[in-house]
């Protein structure tokens, strides 16, 4: 069975850090590209950040660029979202997912297959 298990999620204050983690399980996640998503109340779900299986590609939302770092850990079959200067706007709940697309990194969620049920993320004083 193929999983993904977000964790990391919790309650911070505007400028702290926070570290996301998703681990995979029934696939090796080196062989997909990855993506992390976020929702708010009330809105879309958006991209946050993405690489490709090589980790040669990656992106990130204009609105978290510079404060935002994704990375992975194939021997661990993990990845990661570590996410510094955090502002109450970030607060969502958090997705990672893996795309069979594996050269590819794409911000849209219409390319990923596998999804983790999400963990969230609340920045408030």
């Known amino acids: 069975q193929l999983q993904l298990v977000e964790s990391g999620g919790g309650l911070v204050q505007p400028g702290g850090s926070l570290r996301l983690s998703c681990a995979a399980s029934?696939?090796?996640?080196?062989?997909?590209?990855i993506g992390w998503f976020r929702q708010a109340p009330g809105k879309e779900r958006e991209g946050v950040s993405c690489m490709d299986s090589s980790a040669w590609r990656t992106n990130y939302a204009a609105s978290v660029k510079g404060r935002f770092t994704i990375s992975r850990d194939n021997a661990k079959n993990t990845i990661y979202l570590q996410m510094n200067s955090l502002k109450p706007e970030d607060t969502a709940v958090y997705y990672c997912?893996?795309?069979?697309?594996?050269?590819?990194?794409?911000?849209?969620?219409?390319?990923?297959?596998?999804w983790g049920q999400g963990t969230q993320v609340a920045v408030s004083s």
């Open positions: 029934g696939f090796i996640l080196g062989n997909y590209a």
């Open positions: 997912a893996a795309s069979g697309r594996r050269n590819y990194c794409d911000l849209r969620d219409t390319s990923y297959t596998n």
